[in-house]
């Protein structure tokens, strides 16, 4: 099965405060992404690091929040400490300050998932721009990245560079501006 997991995680350094927590609408950017991935149909979970519990709780289910507890750092920490908990299920990362993302993108990425399957990584791509942050992780794919964790084997938490050592697919980016990160309170 494909589960979705939005990133909320984060430090938010660059932006100074919580980006899932950001008003946009009737929501925030958090409930703004799960409300449009749960358009494809599938489950859809939420990653915080334990400090965001009790104020994620006041807008989602203790069912779809999923506490950073790996060792790992940065979005890594998320996307395994999801991996632990449904390790039977692959992966569709999306960062909430993506909050442009489209549908038809994401539709996009569920089927080139089912069409050309066995790879390690469904990612994004366009000349050296690469977009880990919106991709499929599959469930195979994380259990060994977990199991390099526990062992000290893993060269680092980078994803860009996980995804580069490894046999990936990338699908061409019809619109870039569906995957600007919104890193700075500029909107």
Not at 90 to 97: G, I, N, R, S
Request: hydrophobic share 35%.
């Amino acid at each position: 099965m494909i589960r979705a997991l939005v990133l909320c995680g984060g430090e938010s350094k660059r932006m100074g405060k919580d980006k899932g927590l950001l008003a946009l609408g009737s929501g925030n950017w958090a409930t703004h992404t799960v409300f449009k991935l749960e358009q494809l149909n599938i489950p859809v979970n939420v990653s915080i690091n334990p400090t965001q519990l009790e104020t994620y709780s006041h807008f989602f289910s203790a069912e779809q929040l999923i506490i950073d507890e790996t060792s790992a750092k940065g979005p890594l920490q998320g996307l395994l400490s999801a991996g632990l908990k449904y390790p039977n299920d692959d992966l569709l990362l999306l960062a909430c300050d993506m909050i442009e993302m489209d549908i038809e993108t994401l539709k996009e990425l569920l089927e080139h998932t089912l069409t050309f399957p066995c790879y390690d990584y469904y990612v994004y791509a366009q000349e050296d721009f690469m977009e880990p942050l919106c991709a499929i992780y599959p469930s195979a794919t994380l259990k060994k990245l977990n199991q390099q964790l526990e062992q000290g084997n893993l060269s680092g938490f980078s994803l860009y560079k996980l995804i580069k050592k490894g046999n990936y697919k990338t699908l061409p980016i019809s619109n870039i501006q569906t995957f600007n990160n919104h890193n700075t309170a500029t909107i």
